[in-house]
Structures are given as C-alpha cells and as structure tokens.
C-alpha cells in the first residue's frame, strides 16, 4: 500500500521530537556488510557490528560464515589467525581451532581436551545480489527480510561501478538522514550532483509497507557534472529526475537521471545508485556503495571509462564532502548532547522524518 504525504513547512508536522537519532540498533534484520567480490575463499576479515567484533569467511563449500572475532582463550583477534580445512580457523596465538557454529573443533595442546566455555558466538549469513547478509537477531532469520537488490543481476560489467567501501565516524542515523534529504546536494555538492536550482523540484514522500520513497523532479535546470557526464556532456540544461527508497535499516537504491527539458525518463539516461549502511558502533557507520546504469538514451552501451569515472567521482564525494559534515555534525552533538536534541525543521525534512517514524516503530517491535 502506497500513501501520499506533502511536505510541510511546519516543524509541528515534520515533529522534531521523532529525527532525533534513536540511539538504538535493529537486531532482527539483514545487514549488507560486505560485497561478496570482498571475500575471498582464503581470507578472513575483521570487522565490528553493531559494537561486536565478528570475523568474516568463506566455508569449504564457498558460503559465508561470521564467527565472534575473540578468542575464548586469551581474546586474540581470530582475523589475525588462519582458515583451516574443515570450515575451520585457527587462532594465531596458541592454536585452538574454530567452526563455523562457532564450536572449539580442536585444541593442539595436552590432551587434546576441549576447554570449557570455548564456544563463540555465531550468526547466520546469506549471499544475496552479489552483497553478504549478516542477521544478529535473536529471531529465526528471514531471507524474504532482504530488500531486493536484483539491479546487481547483471553480467555488464560496464553497467557497474566499483563495489566501494568507506567508514563514516557517525551514527549510522545521521547518514540516513543525508541520504533522505537530498536537498544537500544542491550546496554540499553544488556543481558536482546538483546546483542551487536543484531544491526548486516538488518533492513527494511516499510509503511502500515499511519502505520510504522521496522523490522530486526538477525541470529545465542548469546541468550538474553528474547529469551532463551520464547524458549529453554538452552542459545544456535539462530535467532531472531523483527518487531514493529507504528499507530498513540502511539500505538505498536512488533513482537518479536526466533528460532533454519537456522529454521523457524514457528518453532519458540514468543511475541506480545504492547505499549500504551498517552500523559499526554507535559513533561510526560502514558503508558500501555502487551504481548501475539505467535507461540509456539514444541507444547507447553503458561505458566502462563513464562508469569508472561515475564510481570515482562518488567516492570522492562521499569522502571529503558527506564524510567531512555528517562528522562535523556528529561531532556538536557529542559536544552539545542537549542543544541538539531538537533540530529546527523545515520542508525537505519530511521524508527523513518519515523514516524516523517507520524506524521507531520496527525498533519497538524489534525485542518482541
Ligand atoms: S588466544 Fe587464542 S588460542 Fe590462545
Ligand atoms: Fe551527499
């Protein structure tokens, strides 16, 4: 079921109270934590996850597997040891060995006995659309759960944009919020992927279940790098057409491109760009992203030199644009934890504060 909201200008009816960042961490939920293209058969990698540390690898059979990255014995990393036959690693310090379930499956040491209270914790994963899938839920997990990523379907490997990686030392909410306003990129990324007339566009915020879609089209305008690089590259104006999905609890696929002013998407040229955000703790955020070509105009191939150069681009904004304000902002409010509590509101913060909304219910249900 889909309902309709026109954004406010009222900070009553976008309700401060409900952006606030929440704090809290879904539990029973899917989260995107690595491109499968990250691990290979040998490796293992370390990463934190909602505050716990987990050690990621390929079992024997090729299927990802996430153990606790603590030994038992003397807490050495276990990313730091090495993957043995039998879906196995074993810890760099003295040698025991774990399992998959997380099970000590070996000790070299004595008699061989397995110490008491040699189990770590382990978690369900699944590889889905080229991305891998963490559940840390107490619930039994649920592949359908999985927002369909089917875009990353594809064997045109000009269609893709590097499957790319960073960290942001910010709560995993205030990148939500970036990505769900983006009227930011008229200033932050004034230029690169919009321009001052990019906030003249009527945005609509939608509702897909428990998705929310916000979406804006702006006509006639002068032509950011991004549009003109994907489209005509003769810095005229156009239309441009942006439209990001939010599922729970990071993940976006935008919709964005461009057109002759009066033409039609289908005339048009485009993207899909998807962001994936898992939080690391409650101060810092992993995330993924990539892009895939849609809808090109005039019957042209995607380009792997436009493509590399799209991925490129992005990478660089993310960094020292989005990056450097989300953690100037994370920053204040850990400076300023009450004066921050109620941000003055205005009309683009409708969809974030919709997601909030969506998020603070799925949170109250989530300990059931
Ligand atoms: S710390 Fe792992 S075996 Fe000693
Ligand atoms: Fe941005």
Redesign the pocket.
């Known amino acids: 079921m889909q309902t309709h909201e026109k954004p406010s200008q009222s900070n009553d009816e976008t309700g401060s109270s409900a952006v606030a960042p929440t704090g809290k961490f879904l539990r029973n939920t899917w989260y995107p934590i690595l491109w499968s293209s990250d691990l290979a058969a040998d490796q293992l990698i370390g990463r934190t996850v909602l505050e716990e540390p987990i050690v990621f690898f390929r079992k024997d059979d090729g299927a990802p597997a996430a153990i606790a990255d603590m030994?038992?014995?003397?807490?050495?990393p276990?990313h730091l040891?090495k993957r043995k036959p039998g879906d196995r690693i074993r810890?760099?310090?003295?040698?025991?060995e774990f399992d998959a379930t997380g099970a000590c499956a070996f000790n070299p040491h004595g008699d061989g006995r397995i110490p008491h209270n040699s189990t770590v914790a382990s978690y369900p994963m699944i590889e889905k659309h080229k991305i891998l899938w963490l559940w840390m839920g107490h619930r039994t997990p649920d592949p359908a759960l999985i927002p369909d990523f089917s875009i990353f379907d594809t064997d045109d490997a000009g269609a893709l944009t590097k499957f790319d990686y960073i960290t942001i030392a910010a709560n995993y909410e205030l990148v939500t919020d970036n990505l769900m306003d983006l009227s930011h990129t008229a200033f932050l990324h004034e230029g690169l992927l919009g321009t001052e007339f990019s906030v003249r566009g009527e945005l609509t915020v939608t509702q897909d279940g428990n998705a929310v879609i916000v979406s804006r089209y702006n006509r006639n305008t002068p032509v950011a790098k991004v549009h003109d690089l994907i489209f005509r590259q003769d810095g005229q104006p156009c239309d441009t057409w942006d439209s990001i999905r939010w599922d729970a609890p990071g993940c976006f696929v935008l919709d964005v491109g461009v057109h002759a002013p009066g033409a039609t998407k289908a005339e048009g040229s485009g993207l899909y760009a998807v962001h994936l955000l898992t939080p690391e703790t409650a101060t810092s955020t992993h995330y993924n992203f990539s892009a895939v070509r849609q809808g090109m105009a005039n019957g042209q191939k995607p380009s792997p030199e436009i493509s590399k150069q799209i991925g490129d681009m992005r990478r660089d904004i993310f960094l020292n644009q989005d990056a450097m304000i989300i953690e100037a902002q994370q920053e204040n409010i850990r400076r300023f934890p009450e004066r921050t509590k109620r941000p003055a509101l205005f009309s683009t913060d409708a969809g974030p504060a919709r997601q909030r909304r969506v998020l603070n219910a799925l949170l109250a249900a989530d300990a059931d």
């Open positions: 030994c038992p014995h003397r807490f050495a276990l040891g810890c760099l310090y003295h040698g025991l």
